[in-house]
């Protein structure tokens, strides 16, 4: 009978081991749709903060430390008006959080192609918010980052939709290009077809936007 | 086995995910503000919610029992409160405090522009000093439209609300800079030395400023070198004054960089073009050489050189005033070095440390001649003192340091030392030969002290004191300043400055006929400014009290006078008005400034207190700038303002043994308007290795006639307007930088 006290003790305290991890797995698998499809520049705040409460909690996981400074990141974007981004001291609050966030995802994972994306991210939205003044600074800034994220990953299929959206957005007379555009996104599409996240929670992001962004170059 | 049951059902209870409860409420600051996007959380849990647009939220958890909830938000200290989860509805409402913050707190600004990149009040940058277009890409120029300068055009340097340039002080990294200008050239004002790109951060402070800064009775001029450039490139730039070439190498690492660079300037085919009013016998030649490097010591600390290098001559005849028919020669020639040595770094137990040393050597070699007709050089009765030599040489030493320590929030104090070193050496020859040789040493040494106190986000004080003892004049002074600033709103607030501010007298009076003191000013100064992104707006209201001023006697040393006494006074008033404004129309950034200035002085050779014809009583510039995305261009424009100043004879009563009013006059008022175009092809282009700016810029674009002062003949019977030597000057250059960067190869090769 000791045997079986035994035995059945261990059973549920596995249990509710596996119960914790799983509630980790399956709360962050919740979120996955969420990643894509959240376009307000609030939801986004409210789910960046719902993926920081998880890494808060978790404190050894990168990825929740990720998806939060993405979430501020694409925040940021969301707040774009006609084309004009707002200035600095409302920008700049978002990608300080959004720095923070990336850091803590990096100390805990270390340099992987997915960090750059975001750090290429918050450069350039940093650049948005005050052209004029930081295009010799946040550009190459966000330039180099990129080029890290291809350089850690070169399957990576994000980095081909950030640069299509550079070049999309770029006016024509300094380098931007649809036609360039349209192929960076036709090649990410490619990508992601072969793209294998390494896990249900691992960032798989981007597809419907390089899809959108491709329909908007026909 | 039902107990076995029994007991696996009470630990399966055990386990989270049965019974929820609503945890709701509302987050405000400490005004009863709703706070919105604020994330609430339970400690180290996965439940929470995002507060709304009336700074509510709501969410449901399985937790229970003793928790902490905490809210979280950018700009805002954390809150916390421990909460009893039972089975009901809980609320909670929070409230949270802001965060003492650089970003937001209140700045002690009175009668500071500060351009740092690093503050919020920020107001000119190097680019935008360069597209200031009557600026002519000097430093000085630029500042010249902001309110509180005065638009002197026949003299360099900065006439700040009623004091002469020498009031004005310039500092780079921290230390005094002797020869910032090039050296004087009668009636024509010099350009300053240094590039605006050499500097990240200009603070133009036109009083009230900081202990840290002294032996400037108006005005200080702080120029924070860059650190490390951004990356390795090679420079070349061509215009119609000269070239020019640079380079900047950049270690692998990022941790250190090296530069030099040399510029030749010749502006005889300007001079020839544009008809000056000087005839050159010899047109300026400049040669100018720097050399840097920067290392990164540690992750906080650097260690940075600059050296400078410059020779230059020149030799020209103007038609002299005294004698019809005859010419005056005037010829120069310079040499100057600069070395300037700064340090920084977090050095323990909280401390920051700014260490810097500068050395400075200059040498000017001045020809006075009078030439008949035909160039030659003669000498006439009564006009011998029209031939002269001068050779003026200066050694210049200055060290300085500083220690800072935050004590709590961004409350701080500052306290350092300074030595400053000074050789003037003066041979003076006259018509004759008969040699007059002045030497004046002096040995600055200084200690000040300063706090800044902020008592709350909205209310800081900067408390600073400054000891000097001259070893020139064996005397000490002791220098209190004082700035306190409320914040009124987010954007706006108002502060209040009162500062003593000394200065030796200066070398060309010295020696003097008696023992001498510092001359001293008294400033106090009022302000508002409203400072959001895009638009500035800044009043200022001023009283500056002058004492002690120098008075010179008819006591010629050689030709110049010197000081007989300390007895000279003054005082200056007003206020200025200025509107910066980048929002309103897209992509056009256009300032406005006002100076009203009411000033009298009794000082040198004054018969009593009067306007002195540095001193113009109204003063305006608007400031254009408009970049056209399509075109690649900028477009820059701006219009200076100045009414006539007044200008004197003073002639010398032999009976009554003292000086007197002979003429008095005011000049007409002073209107510029000049034109400036930056055309840069390269802009966005992501794989170019060039780049180029081209520049085409036309002061005084329409011609009109300027007079900045009059000048008499030694005796008071003729006098001539002193006018620009060029009524309209074009300039047009083309500056390549050569980008070496292989970030744009690792991007080629992976696509």
């Not at chain 2, 680019?127 to 002197?152: E, F, H, R």
């Not at chain 2, 000049?674 to 966005?684: H, K």
């Amino acid at each position: 009978m000791k045997q079986v006290f035994a035995i059945l003790l261990a059973f549920i305290t596995s249990m509710s081991v596996v119960g914790q991890s799983d509630k980790y797995v399956k709360t962050m698998e919740s979120k996955m749709a969420a990643v894509d499809s959240t376009m307000t520049s609030a939801a986004l705040i409210d789910l960046a903060n719902s993926f920081q409460r998880i890494g808060d909690a978790e404190k050894n996981q990168w990825l929740p430390y990720y998806y939060a400074a993405l979430m501020q990141a694409k925040s940021g974007y969301m707040l774009s008006n006609n084309g004009q981004t707002p200035s600095p001291s409302v920008i700049d609050p978002i990608a300080d959080k959004s720095e923070e966030l990336i850091k803590k995802a990096e100390e805990l994972a270390g340099q992987n192609s997915e960090i750059y994306i975001v750090k290429k991210m918050i450069a350039t939205l940093r650049l948005m918010a005050d052209p004029m003044n930081r295009w010799q600074t946040n550009g190459p800034e966000a330039t180099e980052a990129l080029a890290k994220a291809k350089e850690l990953n070169p399957e990576n299929p994000r980095t081909l939709l950030l640069e299509g959206q550079d070049k999309f957005y770029t006016p024509e007379q300094y380098g931007g290009s649809k036609t360039e555009a349209k192929a960076l996104f036709e090649a990410a599409i490619k990508k992601y077809e072969s793209f294998k996240p390494e896990s249900s929670i691992s960032p798989q992001w981007g597809l419907s936007t390089t899809k959108y962004f491709y329909s908007l170059c026909k | 086995m039902k107990i076995w049951l029994s007991f696996v059902a009470f630990i399966l209870a055990l386990q989270p995910g049965f019974t929820q409860t609503t945890i709701s409420g509302r987050v405000t600051d400490n005004k009863k503000h709703a706070l919105i996007g604020v994330s609430i959380s339970l400690k180290d849990g996965y439940d929470g919610a995002t507060t709304d647009s009336s700074g509510r939220f709501s969410f449901t958890t399985t937790e229970k029992g003793r928790q902490i909830i905490v809210a979280s938000f950018i700009g805002y200290r954390p809150a916390e409160q421990t909460i009893e989860i039972g089975a009901s509805i809980i609320n909670v409402d929070l409230q949270m405090k802001e965060e003492v913050s650089e970003l937001k707190a209140v700045v002690i600004t009175a009668g500071t522009f500060e351009a740092s990149d690093k503050k919020k009040t920020t107001v000119l940058s190097p680019m935008d000093i360069v597209t200031t277009a009557s600026g002519n890409g000097d430093i000085t120029g630029a500042l010249k439209t902001l309110p509180g300068a005065q638009q002197v055009g026949d003299h360099e340097g900065l006439f700040v609300r009623g004091g002469t340039a020498t009031e004005s002080k310039i500092f780079i990294d921290g230390t005094l800079v002797n020869n910032f200008f090039y050296s004087s050239v009668p009636n024509i004002a010099q350009r300053g030395r240094f590039s605006p790109f050499l500097f990240s951060g200009t603070v133009f402070s036109t009083g009230g400023y900081s202990a840290l800064y002294g032996q400037a009775l108006s005005s200080a001029l702080i120029l924070e070198s860059i650190d490390l450039p951004e990356r390795t490139q090679a420079t070349v730039g061509i215009s119609v004054i000269g070239v020019n070439g640079g380079y900047q190498k950049l270690s692998k690492n990022k941790k250190s960089s090296w530069g030099i660079s040399y510029g030749y300037t010749n502006p005889a085919l300007a001079i020839k073009l544009y008809k000056s009013v000087q005839e050159y016998s010899s047109y300026p030649v400049y040669h100018t050489g720097d050399a840097n490097f920067r290392i990164k010591t540690s992750k906080t600390g650097i260690l940075k050189y600059y050296g400078y290098f410059s020779a230059n001559q020149l030799a020209f005849r103007t038609p002299s005033i005294d004698t019809l028919g005859y010419k005056e020669a005037f010829a120069l020639k310079n040499f100057n070095m600069y070395h300037n040595l700064s340090y920084r770094e977090n050095i323990g137990w909280k401390l920051k440390l700014n260490a810097g040393l500068s050395y400075s050597n200059n040498k000017n070699d001045i020809n006075s001649r009078l030439n008949d007709r035909d160039d030659k050089e003669v000498v006439l009765q009564g006009l011998e003192f029209k031939n002269f030599g001068l050779i003026q040489k200066g050694d210049y030493l200055n060290a300085k340091m500083v220690l800072e320590r935050r004590l709590q929030g961004l409350t701080m104090i500052r306290f350092g030392g300074e030595y400053n070193y000074s050789n003037d050496r003066s041979d003076f020859t006259n018509y004759n030969g008969q040699a007059f040789n002045s030497r004046i040493r002096e040995n600055l040494a200084t200690a000040f002290a300063e706090t800044d106190i902020y008592i709350t986000n909205d209310v800081a004080a900067k408390l600073g004191t400054r000891f000097e003892h001259s070893a020139l004049l064996n005397k000490v002074n002791f220098a209190p300043r004082v700035s306190l600033a409320y914040k009124l709103s987010r954007q706006s607030q108002a502060s209040l400055a009162y500062g003593i501010f000394y200065q030796d007298p200066e070398t060309q009076y010295l020696p003097g006929v008696n023992p001498l003191g510092f001359a001293k000013a008294t400033h106090y100064i009022l302000q508002f400014q409203r400072v959001s992104d895009l638009v500035t707006l800044r009043l200022e209201a001023f009283y500056k009290k002058y004492e002690n001023l120098i008075k010179t006697d008819f006591t010629y040393y050689g030709q110049q006078m010197s000081a007989a006494n300390n007895n000279g006074y003054g005082d200056a008033r007003g206020f200025e008005i200025f509107w910066r404004d980048k929002k309103t129309v897209r992509n056009l950034d256009y300032w406005i400034s006002y100076s009203f200035l009411d000033t009298k002085r009794d000082f040198l050779n004054f018969p009593h207190a009067i306007q002195p014809s540095f001193a113009a009583r109204h003063t305006a510039s608007l400031v254009l700038k408009k970049f056209v995305t399509k075109w690649k261009t900028g477009l820059n424009a701006s219009y200076n303002f100045a009414t006539g100043r007044p200008y004197y004879y003073i002639g010398y009563d032999d009976n009554t043994h003292a000086y007197k009013f002979d003429d008095i006059g005011k000049t007409p008022d002073y209107n510029n308007v000049s034109f400036s175009i930056n055309y840069i092809p390269g802009i966005g282009k992501q794989n170019s290795k060039m780049f180029t700016v081209y520049v085409l810029s036309v002061s005084n674009i329409f011609g009109i006639n300027q007079v900045y002062n009059y000048q008499y003949s030694y005796n008071g019977s003729r006098k001539e307007a002193v006018i620009p030597p060029v009524k309209t000057f074009v300039y047009l250059g083309a500056f390549i930088s050569f980008g070496i960067d292989r970030t744009q190869d690792a991007i080629n090769n992976n696509l």
